[in-house]
């Protein structure tokens, strides 16, 4: 079996300030290549910042990162200046989630797309633009030749999403970070661009971590879905696990707060309470204060994180507990 | 002082139980766009356009769309936030701000709204029982009782008041907050109240708790809602009325089963269509629609929604389809040309519906 393509070991990331936030702890895990994971989790999880270490956007002198990233071979955590600037676009990159932010406001999308094949390969200014072009037509920008020279404002949030993709593969990637590409656009956008994703991936073989909070979005695109909550990977598995056959207890609920015909009219079977406060965690499982199958245990001791197959869990109660080994 | 008087009255029921509790009429809103400055026509975005529904008393008018259609102006005219360019409202009998009619002051004391933004819409220089209680004190409420209220209204949607009342906007979860944003609205015994995405920026897990409340109020206090929501299944969820809108239009209303079920307008159709599924085995294969829906500035002639819709013909850029009961049923209306069999539109709705 060859070296998984990312592989992420005992990642924590702290921000420092006024106080002290643990956003992720000891966070583990591995994708191979030609994979789309899942990233699922509700506000202040940790999907995000997982995807920003990946890319090293934070602040070094108010981020405290601990662990061990592993992309392509290289020692993430370790890449300095020429080699830094060529991972981020080269080997990975990333969609964000309001593209209207993402993109500089005074050039249009053509020479910005340029721009970044420019900074990434040896190549003359008219063939980065024919790279370009490419790139916009490959992502079905209607009439790309002439969404080349818009500026962002002028074009329609569904075509922008469209270009921040195009932008982010222009310099073949190997792994692509999206984080909620789909969140800010209308529903009949969103598969639009939830299909063109899949179908991208498919044609490149690249691997995709693929955030969202959204199940159905996550359904669509990932082959494997791992579940955040405070900063914790709390289960992961593949997709028609994780929505046919919950571990754990958080997963469950989340599955049971999602709304549709089939609850009309009753209660929803909500998860109460509210996810804890980063800068201080409850000692234990963090999902503790709020799970109904909590024990003494569960306070007082973190989980911890046992895997079976592809699938791997941090629960002392779970529903649907791992077979014993033989 | 007279305000007090009406503000202490108990609801009632003035028009009976079969009349609708606001009957909207022909709604008209226009914004005018700044034109560049060699342009001579001063453009107008159609934000609403000539929208008229009712809302049956203790149900749930859900209204869904995507951005852009207008589903929050009419909400805004309705509250009269914004004043409509043309068009009447009826609240329970009554002509709203009309001579002999309901005064706008009172049309407002039954009407609260709950916004998307919840921190947007807390004044961040007051407590949250400060909040409450600050609309009844200035209809007139004592100031000890109206801390009263706000104490009791709190506990109600599930905040402790000793815990909480205290605190300020900046200092609760979004959920919470929206929570006191429910509080608030509930303040003044409103009959009607306006939820315009009211749970939309809430997590998945928080969001299934506001709804829980949300029910819970709506069968203490005989409540009306107007829901707007772009989640689907939301407003599925919570609507017994449901009205499509697209570009400042209603394209479709009916009983929420015959918008889920039977739905009848190609654009319902792909709209919920465009749902993600949740089988990982039966994933989504093609999307439903191209494109984004189109500028409201210039919105097409004839039904705004031919541009992207598969069954469009000649009669469709011609007419605009006017709102017509589908299949004798009065309560489900569908504005579209397979419906009208006089319209010179070859295919109808049965034949696409196989």
């Known amino acids: 079996m060859s070296a998984p393509l990312v592989s992420i070991r005992d990642l924590s990331v702290q921000f ?24 699922l989790g509700e506000s202040g999880s ?22 061990h990233i ?48 420019q900074a990434h390969e040896a190549i003359d200014a008219a063939s980065a633009r024919q790279q370009a072009l490419r790139m916009l037509e490959r992502v079905q920008i209607p009439q790309a030749r002439r969404r080349f020279d818009a500026y962002p404002h002028e074009l329609s ?42 179908e991208l991936q498919r044609e490149t073989g690249m691997s995709v971590i693929f955030v969202t909070h959204d199940i159905g979005a996550a359904v669509e695109v990932a082959d494997r879905i791992a579940v955040m909550y405070a900063g914790r990977i709390v289960e992961q598995g593949p997709v028609a696990q994780i929505v046919g056959k919950p571990r754990h207890p958080y997963t469950a609920g989340l599955l049971a707060s999602t709304v549709g015909a089939a609850n009309r009219g009753k209660p929803l079977m909500a998860v109460p309470g ?25 306070s007082r001791e973190f989980p911890p994180v046992r895997s079976q197959d592809d699938q791997t869990l941090a629960c002392w109660h779970p529903l649907h507990p791992f077979t014993e080994a033989a | 002082m007279n305000t007090t008087v009406a503000y202490q009255a108990p609801v009632h029921d003035r028009g009976g139980p079969a009349q609708p509790l606001l009957v909207v009429r022909d709604l ?46 009419t909400a805004r005219l309705i509250a009269r936030l914004m004043t409509p360019d043309s068009g009447s409202m009826i609240f329970d009998g009554d002509g709203v701000a009309e001579f002999g009619g309901i005064e706008l002051k009172e049309f407002r004391r039954n009407l609260q709204m709950v916004f998307q933004d919840s921190f947007a819409s807390l004044n961040p220089r007051l407590t949250i029982a400060e909040t409450i209680a600050y609309g009844p004190r200035v209809h007139g409420v004592p100031a000890a009782q109206a801390n009263r209220l706000a104490r009791e209204l709190l506990a109600r949607v599930g905040l402790e008041p000793g815990q909480f009342g205290s605190r300020y906007p900046h200092e609760l979860s979004g959920g919470q907050r929206q929570r006191v944003n429910i509080a608030r609205a509930l303040a003044f015994s409103p009959r009607l109240v306006i939820l315009d995405e009211a749970v939309a920026a809430l997590d998945k897990s928080v969001q299934a708790q506001v709804l ?18 772009h989640d689907l299944h939301v407003v599925h969820y919570l609507s017994d009325q449901v009205m499509v809108m697209y570009l400042g239009q209603v394209v479709e209303s009916g009983p929420v089963e015959h ?26 294969q093609a999307s439903p629609l191209n494109g984004d829906p189109p500028n409201p500035i210039n919105p097409p002639s004839g039904c705004r929604f031919r541009d992207r819709c598969p069954h469009a013909q000649p009669v469709c850029e011609a007419r605009t389809p006017t709102l017509m009961a589908v299949g004798g049923n009065v309560s489900h209306q569908v504005a579209c040309h397979m419906n009208d069999l006089l319209s010179g539109q070859f295919e109808t709705i049965q034949e696409i519906s196989v």
């Open chain 1, 16 to 39: 420092r300030g006024n106080r002290t936030v643990s956003a992720l702890n000891q966070v583990s895990f591995e994708l191979g290549s030609g994979e789309v994971l899942g990233l």
């Open chain 1, 46 to 67: 940790g999907k995000s910042v997982t995807l920003r270490t990946l890319l090293r956007l934070h602040p070094e002198r108010t981020t405290q990162v601990r662990g």
């Open chain 1, 274 to 298: 509210s996810p804890p406060d980063l800068a201080a965690l409850p000692p234990g499982c963090s999902f503790a204060p709020r799970c109904a199958s909590a024990s003494n245990q569960c």
């Open chain 1, 70 to 117: 592993q992309v392509a071979r290289q020692e993430v955590l370790a890449l300095q200046g020429r080699e830094l600037q060529l991972y981020r676009g080269g080997t990975v990159s990333m969609v964000f989630q309001e593209p209207g932010m993402a993109f500089d406001p005074v050039y249009t999308i053509g020479q910005q797309i340029a721009e970044a094949i």
């Open chain 2, 259 to 284: 918008i889920y079920g039977k739905a009848a307008h190609p654009y319902t159709r792909a709209l919920l269509s465009a749902v993600p599924s949740m089988d990982p085995h039966h994933r989504t």
């Open chain 2, 212 to 229: 829980n409340l949300l029910q819970e109020l709506k069968a203490e206090r005989q409540l009306t809602y107007l829901f707007i929501s």
């Open chain 1, 157 to 198: 949030g569904g075509m922008r999403q469209r270009a921040m993709i195009a932008l982010a593969l222009a310099c073949k990637p190997k792994l692509l970070l999206a984080d909620e590409p789909t969140t800010a656009l209308d529903a009949t956008v969103q598969i639009q661009i939830l299909l063109l994703l899949r």
């Open chain 2, 28 to 73: 008209k809103k226009y914004f005018a766009v700044r034109g560049g400055l060699l342009e001579r026509t001063r453009k107008f975005v159609h934000a609403v356009d000539g929208v008229s529904f009712s809302v049956l008393k203790g149900k749930t008018l859900g209204i869904v769309g995507e951005s852009g259609c207008g589903k929050s102006t």
